[in-house]
Each structure stands twice: as C-alpha cells, then as structure tokens.
C-alpha cells in the first residue's frame, strides 16, 4: 500500500499512474462484459451490423448462397428517440438561488438566470444538453464537463507590446460517452466519484504548440487506444488521421486526501503536459444517469432491455422476407407425362389443353403464428420501453375519445419521470458549474446581450463579481401538461379567467411556450423595488413616493420594516417608515382618480362635508316611528349603501379628455 495518494504524486510519476488507470478501467470493461453491451447499443441505435456498416438502410444476404434475407426495422431507435423527445422538448425555465436574501443578490440571481437563457441560446448549449440525455438512453450514462478556456470569448483588448488581441475567455462544454470517462467502476452506486479521465481527440500540432517544452515528444507520438472505440472497425481500418492524437485530462475534486483538487493534461504514461491545483470551486464533471446498477458506478437504461427483442424481431422480419423474396414467383405443379399445349388468344388471355388439370404451388404462405409473434414482439418492444402506440403516433382502435387518449399519452410522460428527473439534475449541476466557473474566471467584463424585452432593465457588462452571490440553480422542466398544446391553452384560459392576461399577446405566449415571464415580470420588479426601499428605510436613508407606485402593495411591504423587535428599538427609523407609508396614503387620497383606477388601485375619498342648514331625512315606512318597518340586518344591503362614501364626481383630465 502506497503511502503517498495518487492524486497528489510529484509531476514526474503521475502521469505513469494516470495511464495505469486506464489501462486498468478498459480491462475491466471488457471483462465484465460492459464494453459488448455497449457497442451492442451503439450498433442497435445507428442501425449497425458487427463490421460497422449501416444495415437498416439495405436488404442484407446471408447463408452458403447467400439464399436468406436480412431486414432491419429499426424500432429499437424510433423507441429510445421517442423517450428523448419527450425528456427534453420542454425547455428548461432556470432559477438561481443566492446566498443572501438582499436587494443586491436578488438582482445577481435574475442576471445569472439571464446569463444561462443566453448560453442556452447563442452559445448552443441546449443542444450539449440533449446530447448528454441521448448519451444517457443509449450507454446508461453521459458526462458534460464545464471547462474555461482563457483562448475564447471576445477580443477584450490588443497588448500593447506584441499587438497580439487579448480575449475575454469564455467557459467551454463538451459532452462526454461513458466510454471516454474512466474512473473508479467498483463503488456504491449513490457515491460521486472523487475523479475522473477525461479521453478526448485533439489535433496534435495544435497541442504541440502549446506545449513547446513537449512539441517534439508529441509530434512523434505514435501510441494510441482506437481499439477502444464504440465502432469495432478502427480496428481494421488503422489510423484515420496522423494529424489526431489521444489526450487524456485528469480532473480530481476537493477532498479530504486532496485539499487543492488537482487537474492534469496527459497523452501517456511519460508524458505530461500541465499540472495544476484545480481552479474550480465544484466538481466540474457532471454525470447523468437515470438508474444506476448496484455495486458499481455504472449506470442502466432500458435500452439494454430492448437490445434482445430487437435482434429477435429482425429475425422473424428477415424470415418473412426470405419466404416471400424466394416463393413469391408463382410455380405451376403438373403431372409427368402431361400433353399441354398453350394458345395465346390476346394479351394475358391464354387457352390451356392439357390431359391434367395444372395446379399452382403457394410457396408463399407464411403461417399466421409468426405475424402473431411478431405483433407480440412489437408490443413487448412498447411495453418494456413505456412507449405507448398514443406516444408513437399510431394509437389502437379501441382509444377514440382524446380523453382516453390524453391519459394513455400522459403513462408514457410518467414512465419517463425517472430519466427527466436525472436530466433536470444534471442541467442544475451544469448550471451550478458554469456560473460558478465564470463568478472564478470572468475577470475581464464583457459585452453581451444577454436579456429580453421583460428584463431589459438588466442588460449591461458583467464579470465574474457581478454574480458572486449566486451559490445554486434550480430547474424547473414543467409538468406533463404543459408539454401538450391542449394544456397549455388550458393554462392560459384560467390565467384569463384569472384576471392575470391583460394582453393578447400574453395568451400567445402562453399557449406557445408554456410561460408567464411576460405576465409575471412587473409583479417582480415591483417586488425588488420594495425590497430595496425597505434596505433603505433601515440605513435612515429617504425613499420618495410616485404616482404610479402600487401604494397598497407598498404599505404591507414596508410593514416588514417594523417587525423587526430592534427596528422598533430605533425612533429615527420608525419616524421615517410611518411617514414613507402615510406618503402612500396621502398619494391614495390625492392623485388622480382616473389614473389609480387605469392602474388596478382604488383611491380614497374624502367624507363630504355637511350643509348647515340642509333638511334631515324624513321618516318613511321604513324609518323610525312607524311600526311596521323592518330592521335591517347589521351590514345589510341597506346599511351598507347608506355608509358607503360618495364617488367622485367625472371631471375632464389628460387621461380622458371627453369626460363633461
């Protein structure tokens, strides 16, 4: 046992270890059989045969003379893409969380949320996602590694001395097979693995150049791991590329036995190309995995559950085809001897004379138990994946009502709650990853749009201190609803009926995407207004009052400021909320009626003042003296009415001019 761990060897032995483990995780893929299923998988999912080549596209042969069929129907793909679509055609709605409650870190957090919706956007990153879920379908696992590159971004400045441009740096993100990620297989399934080997094809010049000390040992490099590929036929075909060379990065976590992390750059065993303490706060490896297999750090999907009736089913369809290929040229049986003569009259109209009756040979007939065996494997093919005919498109007789239809969909969103909840996981460790990376990295501020219309006010530059607070994202996929036309005309309905769409272009929105940002997004501000009026109040500092303030929401917000038992402590500061919320009163009192109720508030009018001299009312029936009245119930129609303020009174103003 060594005494020294081996994440923290000196430079010159690591490498050596490094390269023994990975040696060692491929032996143990191959002898544990997991290499096969996954080249199985990856041979079933792009329609493969063992040589490599593309077999569902073309009828193969097979047998001594080449007598027999081979046909593909490829349902084990259409299966697995069905189970994609449905986990990831909901775009994610990011929400970051910060370490503060405060005005400031409020703000970082809807610029990190904003910072996210960008790269998802421009910087293509949706897509690495939905790689790393079909990674996750078809192998059992995916791993997404959130890099900086000092290289990338922008031209941020020229230094002055050799005129080269400085870029800004940008964060990187490559998606990785479970192949190309050795770590440690024995484990509990529930425990994150401390390290991983990132393997990786880079072009050799370009690393030589960057690794001058290096270049030469690296230009004439020749060994290689092409045999350790998902496709079988590198192996027969030799190098593609002299230019393409295998690199291997070595990224450890902050740990108890390695405080510093560590990260190093290799490309074998006496080769090491950078050594350096691990910049990033969290692990920069992330794994998704929808079940995991127990005992190791493997993963499982039920791909390799349908592997087997895939293979089954391609037999009974070749077997179809090799009977009906072969016999479906109709032969005629007559007896030996037979005198038959043939008058062609016209056309296909022939006249046949013979001593015996000629009769046809069906050769074709296939028996109905292999058309019912296949029909089962198909089923079994659905039932094993959860994918139901409704969800392929092809839904059964029996289902007409689009409620029974709408249920039967919805069975295959639930079975899929297993593999969405681990890609809503990993999209918020990714998230987590990158605005961490940048809050480290992005010292040099950089100019990119990076908002839309509903939060415009946040678009500016921003470097890495300018979302320091933010310290988790949370992601939100949406329930199966949503995911649906029909559910999300509902949702917009009884947001209608709700009173909250006040636009047409509101509904849209929500029938189109499935969200409310655009309705939501004034309530917010107003919200952060608030509470930053409130930090204010507590420093003593003045906070002024406007027309156009939401003055009730106003006055319950600032109230928090008093419930503080040591605010109360302070006159000054209690002096100073109660006049900022009688400025609120007095604003409901004094502003233009016609603009509080433009805006959803109702003023407060004044009581009218009595008339000296002005006649009482009169008793009547129902007033006192007449003993047939009736007394009206406390806070009755009646009652009610007569305590009621007056209104006030139409006058002409700027907002509507035609009033007389």
Same mark, same amino acid.
């Given at each position: 046992?060594?005494?020294?761990?081996?994440?923290?060897?000196?430079?010159?032995?690591?490498?050596?270890?490094?390269?023994?483990?990975?040696?060692?995780?491929?032996?143990?893929?191959?002898?544990?059989?997991?290499?096969?299923?996954?080249?199985?998988?990856?041979?079933?999912?792009?329609?493969?045969?063992?040589?490599?080549?593309?077999?569902?596209?073309?009828? %193969?042969?097979?047998?001594?003379?080449?007598?027999?069929?081979?046909?593909?129907?490829?349902?084990?793909?259409?299966?697995?893409?069905?189970?994609?679509?449905?986990?990831? !055609?909901?775009?994610?709605?990011?929400?970051?969380?910060?370490?503060?409650?405060?005005?400031?870190?409020?703000?970082?957090?809807?610029?990190?949320?904003?910072?996210?919706?960008?790269?998802?956007?421009?910087?293509?990153?949706?897509?690495?996602?939905?790689?790393?879920?079909?990674?996750?379908?078809?192998?059992?696992?995916?791993?997404?590694?959130?890099?900086?590159?000092?290289?990338?971004?922008?031209?941020?400045?020229?230094?002055?001395?050799?005129?080269?441009?400085?870029?800004?740096?940008?964060?990187?993100?490559?998606?990785?097979?479970?192949?190309?990620?050795?770590?440690?297989?024995?484990?509990?399934?529930?425990?994150?693995?401390?390290?991983?080997?990132?393997?990786?094809?880079?072009?050799?010049?370009?690393?030589?150049?960057?690794?001058?000390?290096?270049?030469?040992?690296?230009? &004439?490099?020749?060994?290689?791991?092409?045999?350790?590929?998902?496709?079988?036929?590198?192996?027969?075909?030799?190098?593609?590329?002299?230019?393409?060379?295998?690199?291997?990065?070595?990224?450890?976590?902050?740990?108890?036995?390695?405080?510093?992390?560590?990260?190093?750059?290799?490309?074998?065993?006496?080769?090491?190309?950078?050594?350096?303490?691990?910049?990033?706060?969290? =692990?920069?490896?992330?794994?998704?995995?929808?079940?995991?297999?127990?005992?190791?750090?493997?993963?499982?999907?039920? %791909?390799?559950?349908?592997?087997?009736?895939?293979?089954?089913?391609?037999?009974?369809?070749?077997?179809?085809?090799?009977?009906?290929?072969?016999?479906?040229?109709?032969?005629?049986?007559?007896?030996?001897?037979?005198?038959?003569?043939?008058?062609?009259?016209?056309?296909?109209?022939?006249?046949?004379?013979?001593?015996?009756?000629?009769?046809?040979?069906?050769?074709?007939?296939?028996?109905?138990?292999?058309?019912?065996?296949?029909?089962?494997?198909?089923?079994?093919? !659905?039932?094993?994946?959860?994918?139901?005919?409704?969800?392929?498109?092809?839904?059964?007789?029996?289902?007409?009502?689009?409620?029974?239809?709408?249920?039967?969909?919805?069975?295959?969103?639930?079975?899929?709650? %297993?593999?969405?909840?681990?890609?809503?996981?990993?999209?918020?460790?990714?998230?987590?990853?990158?605005?961490?990376?940048?809050?480290?990295?992005?010292?040099?501020?950089?100019?990119?749009?990076?908002? %839309?219309?509903?939060?415009?006010?946040?678009?500016?530059?921003?470097?890495?201190?300018?979302?320091?607070?933010?310290?988790?994202?949370?992601?939100?996929?949406?329930?199966?609803?949503?995911?649906?036309?029909?559910?999300?005309?509902?949702?917009?309905?009884?947001?209608?009926?709700?009173?909250?769409?006040?636009?047409?272009?509101?509904?849209?929105?929500?029938?189109?995407?499935?969200?409310?940002?655009?309705?939501?997004?004034?309530?917010?501000?107003?919200?952060? @207004?608030?509470?930053?009026?409130?930090?204010?109040?507590?420093?003593?500092?003045?906070?002024?009052?406007?027309?156009?303030?939401?003055?009730?929401?106003?006055?319950?917000?600032?109230?928090?400021?008093?419930?503080?038992?040591?605010?109360?402590?302070?006159?000054?500061?209690?002096?100073?909320?109660?006049?900022?919320?009688?400025?609120?009163?007095?604003?409901?009192?004094?502003?233009?009626?016609? @603009?509080?109720?433009?805006?959803?508030?109702?003023?407060?009018?004044?009581?009218?003042?009595?008339?000296?001299?002005? =006649?009482?009312?009169?008793?009547?029936?129902?007033?006192?003296?007449?003993? &047939?009245?009736?007394?009206?119930?406390?806070?009755?129609?009646?009652?009610?009415?007569?305590?009621?303020?007056?209104?006030?009174?139409?006058?002409?103003?700027?907002?509507?001019?035609?009033?007389?």
């Amino acid at each position: 046992m060594d005494n020294v761990y081996f994440a923290n060897l000196p430079d010159d032995e690591i490498a050596e270890r490094l390269y023994a483990k990975v040696e060692d995780y491929y032996d143990i893929l191959e002898a544990s059989g997991r290499m096969k299923l996954w080249r199985k998988s990856h041979r079933a999912y792009y329609g493969m045969d063992e040589s490599g080549q593309h077999k569902a596209s073309k009828i %193969g042969r097979s047998g001594e003379q080449n007598e027999l069929f081979k046909l593909t129907v490829n349902h084990y793909r259409n299966l697995l893409q069905h189970l994609h679509v449905i986990v990831t !055609q909901q775009k994610p709605v990011y929400d970051c969380r910060a370490i503060n409650t405060d005005y400031k870190s409020q703000t970082q957090t809807i610029l990190g949320v904003n910072i996210l919706e960008y790269y998802m956007r421009e910087k293509r990153l949706a897509e690495q996602y939905k790689r790393l879920c079909e990674y996750c379908i078809v192998y059992a696992e995916g791993f997404l590694y959130v890099d900086y590159d000092d290289a990338a971004g922008d031209v941020a400045a020229v230094d002055p001395e050799t005129g080269a441009p400085i870029p800004t740096g940008d964060v990187v993100v490559r998606v990785f097979e479970p192949i190309n990620v050795i770590r440690r297989v024995q484990s509990d399934s529930d425990t994150k693995s401390d390290w991983y080997i990132l393997r990786q094809w880079e072009n050799r010049y370009d690393i030589a150049a960057q690794n001058s000390d290096s270049a030469d040992k690296i230009l &004439n490099y020749s060994g290689d791991m092409y045999n350790k590929s998902l496709t079988t036929y590198f192996d027969s075909a030799g190098k593609e590329d002299d230019d393409l060379i295998v690199t291997y990065t070595f990224i450890h976590g902050r740990t108890a036995a390695c405080p510093n992390g560590r990260k190093v750059k290799f490309i074998g065993a006496d080769c090491m190309l950078s050594s350096e303490p691990l910049r990033d706060e969290v =692990m920069p490896v992330i794994r998704m995995a929808a079940y995991n297999q127990d005992g190791t750090s493997l993963g499982y999907t039920v %791909g390799f559950d349908l592997l087997g009736l895939q293979e089954a089913s391609d037999i009974i369809y070749s077997t179809i085809l090799t009977n009906q290929a072969t016999f479906g040229v109709q032969n005629v049986w007559i007896k030996t001897g037979s005198n038959v003569s043939v008058t062609q009259v016209r056309d296909g109209l022939n006249f046949i004379q013979s001593n015996d009756k000629p009769e046809p040979i069906n050769l074709t007939y296939t028996p109905p138990e292999i058309f019912n065996f296949l029909k089962g494997l198909e089923n079994a093919q !659905q039932v094993t994946s959860g994918i139901n005919s409704v969800a392929r498109g092809q839904p059964e007789a029996s289902l007409k009502s689009g409620a029974a239809l709408a249920l039967v969909a919805s069975q295959a969103v639930q079975f899929a709650n %297993g593999l969405q909840s681990a890609y809503a996981q990993a999209l918020e460790d990714a998230g987590t990853a990158l605005l961490k990376t940048l809050q480290q990295r992005a010292t040099i501020p950089r100019i990119t749009v990076i908002a %839309g219309k509903n939060r415009r006010s946040y678009v500016k530059d921003f470097k890495g201190s300018d979302i320091a607070q933010i310290n988790r994202v949370i992601v939100d996929l949406g329930n199966p609803v949503s995911q649906t036309i029909a559910g999300r005309i509902e949702m917009a309905t009884n947001l209608l009926q709700q009173g909250m769409i006040k636009k047409p272009e509101q509904y849209i929105q929500v029938v189109t995407t499935g969200r409310i940002e655009s309705i939501t997004s004034a309530e917010e501000t107003e919200s952060l @207004l608030i509470q930053r009026e409130n930090e204010s109040l507590r420093d003593g500092i003045p906070v002024p009052v406007i027309a156009v303030d939401k003055h009730v929401d106003h006055i319950e917000g600032h109230k928090e400021v008093l419930a503080d038992p040591a605010v109360r402590a302070d006159p000054t500061i209690v002096a100073a909320t109660l006049k900022h919320i009688n400025e609120h009163i007095n604003a409901l009192k004094t502003v233009d009626p016609n @603009l509080l109720n433009l805006l959803g508030m109702n003023p407060i009018t004044q009581p009218q003042p009595q008339v000296a001299g002005a =006649m009482a009312p009169q008793p009547n029936a129902q007033s006192e003296g007449n003993p &047939n009245r009736v007394e009206a119930a406390p806070g009755s129609a009646p009652e009610v009415a007569a305590n009621m303020p007056s209104l006030p009174q139409n006058t002409p103003n700027e907002l509507n001019p035609n009033v007389a």
